[in-house]
């Protein structure tokens, strides 16, 4: 059973268009979840992490956002240079759960074209 | 944060053979992992590598097929054994520094034909 899911798959963008991207989780205690960006033939890059319902944490154009069943990452006025797939994890501090591991979603391709 | 590298960057390797990837830390750090990314697929747990103990593998991996060696506190190598064209992949190695986060290596793609 998938514990991240990230919606949508990919989503296109005109620059100055703003949207935002779906992270919905299922654990049983949440420790904290991340938002990470992904550049072809790289690895992942961190962005934020949210550790309880209510949190925002901001970083020039995007906005993370977080309840008790999913996060937002709002991207406010795209550029072409915020082009990346988008992913998104999450810790488990539930017993039985590994120390540390993230459990990630998918990710959502995202293209800013100009 | 951390600066991590990794080496090789990609290979490309015949199956049945074996190949181990490193991974550098600027840093020292208690807890690092390893990560696999297929095409398509989000990215799953191999292993958690603490210094001085046993690595932890997850479900669906065995120490046979992915042996890791943590040496220090800055350095760590996945060996992925007995290659096959199924274990085509980008590995990452990620280290836990101060609180939650986790940060990336730039990782390693594999190639097996």
């Known amino acids: 059973e998938d514990q991240v899911t990230q919606s949508p798959e990919a989503l296109r963008l005109q620059e100055g268009e703003s949207s935002s991207l779906n992270c919905s989780y299922t654990?049983?205690?949440?420790?904290?979840l991340f938002w990470y960006r992904q550049d072809p033939g790289k690895g992942p890059e961190f962005l934020f992490t949210?550790?309880?319902a209510g949190e925002e944490k901001e970083k020039e154009r995007l906005k993370a956002t977080l309840t008790k069943k999913e996060s937002f990452l709002h991207i406010t006025a795209p550029k072409p240079e915020d082009s990346a797939t988008y992913l998104c994890?999450?810790?488990?501090?539930?017993?039985?759960?590994?120390?540390?591991?993230?459990?990630f979603g998918r990710g959502t391709q995202l293209t800013v074209w100009p | 944060s951390a600066v991590i590298s990794q080496k090789p960057s990609r290979d490309i390797c015949q199956r049945g053979t074996s190949l181990t990837i490193q991974c550098q830390v600027d840093?020292?750090?208690?807890?690092m992992f390893w990560y696999r990314q297929q095409p398509g697929q989000s990215l799953t747990l191999i292993a958690t590598?603490?210094?001085?103990?046993?690595?932890?593998?997850e479900s669906g991996f065995v120490i046979d097929k992915f042996p890791i060696s943590r040496p220090n506190l800055t350095f760590s190598t996945l060996t992925v054994s007995n290659m096959s064209p199924e274990d085509s992949s980008i590995y990452l190695c990620?280290?836990?520094?101060?609180?939650?986060?986790?940060?990336f290596g730039p990782g390693t793609r594999l190639t097996v034909t």
């Open positions: 990620s280290v836990k520094t101060g609180t939650y986060e986790q940060y």
């Open positions: 654990v049983s205690g949440l420790r904290g």
């Open positions: 949210l550790y309880s």
């Open positions: 994890a999450v810790q488990d501090r539930s017993r039985g759960s590994t120390l540390g591991r993230l459990y």
């Open positions: 840093s020292q750090v208690t807890m």
């Open positions: 590598a603490n210094q001085g103990s046993e690595a932890t593998y």
